[in-house]
């Protein structure tokens, strides 16, 4: 255990964590939403730093992060626990462990052991994914510090439910990348899929922007849920307002956890979305688990040539010169060099 940032004393013995919009009003004895932040005697504690439920070695491109120097690894970490319910998580039985189980498991793995078998593994980078790096977020900003004084990025995989004044002020500058789930773009998928609500997450997305942090977003295509051409267009227009050089990943689906109501994504679904992408004005707009599918591959947007061509999570060949196309010279927006 150890003491939690981001909260703060309230009435009754009482504590209110600050870290993510819920905003958990929380008795003396039990935990938030999350499962793995507790009120212990009026004090706010974590009970997951430096406690590892998952430690791998992953290609950048798992994440998905496309923009973010292509071809190196990972060293991804994660904890157990989650501030979303989603009906049909692809990790439930990492993220949604405390909540099935009332239990908290982990290997210990301080930050330093983290970031040493992150160098001694070749990482270009730490990612903090799998479940949701907000509700260890102690746990990885001790991480990361310790990550930049050894010339190892940053990155977090998230549902962007997170503080915006955390973003703004604890995040910049730490976290060098992010990949944001954008679920859907109705306050009814939210509501009825997630346990939460759709303009947290929309702030966050212009929050790490505003942050300097190199983002891309991801949402997983849901035949019948999410999948009309409105709120995919919807989608794609918000993240345009945000910068059309943000790349949208249009994952595909497949049954999950406690959600069967839907078929696998049909790849012509993926296919629409993207085009619906590009024709609202985004430059890189790729679809996800189709491994093959041209829509993995990184185009430029001013001669059209393909620069990056990629098989699944592996780079096949590039045509980047440094953060340019080899091609005309135009800058690709990302961190390549």
């Known amino acids: 255990m150890q003491q939690a940032r981001f909260w703060e004393e309230a009435s009754g013995g009482k504590v209110r964590c600050t870290l993510c919009p819920h ?61 979303l319910r989603c009906a049909f998580c692809q990790n439930s039985d990492i993220s949604q462990y405390p ?26 980078s730490i990612s903090y994914t799998y479940t949701e790096p907000t509700v260890y977020l102690e746990y990885a900003l001790d991480t990361a510090v310790k990550a930049h004084e050894r010339g190892l990025f940053n990155t977090m995989i998230s549902n962007g439910y997170t503080s915006t004044d ?14 944001i789930d954008l679920k859907a773009f109705t306050e009814r998928f939210y509501r009825k899929l997630c346990s939460a609500r759709l303009a947290p997450v929309l702030g966050a997305i212009q929050a ?62 993926l296919e629409r979305a993207r085009e ?26 001013d001669c059209g040539r393909l620069i990056v061509s990629r098989r699944g999570f592996a780079v096949e060949k590039s045509a980047l010169q440094g953060s340019r196309c080899a091609h005309c010279s135009r800058t690709i927006p990302g961190r390549f060099s």
């Open 166 to 179: 955390i973003i703004a002020h604890d995040l910049k500058g730490v976290i060098d990348a992010a990949n």
């Open 23 to 83: 905003r958990c009003l929380i008795a003396d004895g039990k935990v938030g939403i999350c499962g793995v932040r507790k009120n212990y005697g009026g004090t706010l504690i974590t009970l997951v730093w430096g406690r590892s439920i998952a430690a791998n070695v992953d290609p950048i491109e798992k994440k998905p992060l496309f923009h973010f120097y292509p071809g190196t690894r990972a060293f991804s970490i994660a904890t157990v626990g989650c501030n």
């Open 208 to 269: 790490y922007h505003d942050a300097g942090v190199w983002i891309e977003v991801t949402t997983l295509v849901i035949p019948g849920e999410n999948d009309s051409e409105a709120e995919l267009r919807d989608i794609a227009s918000f993240l345009g307002s945000v910068s059309p050089d943000i790349p949208w990943h249009i994952s595909r689906y497949y049954p999950r956890y406690h959600y069967d109501g839907a078929p696998p994504t049909p790849v012509s679904t």
């Open 99 to 124: 909540l099935e189980t009332g239990r908290i498991t982990g290997d210990d793995f301080p930050p330093e052991e983290v970031v040493a078998s992150a160098v001694k593994s070749g990482c270009r």
């Open 276 to 301: 619906i992408g590009l024709s609202e004005g985004l430059h890189f707009v790729y679809t996800g688990n189709v491994v093959g599918h041209e829509g993995e591959h990184t185009y430029c947007p």
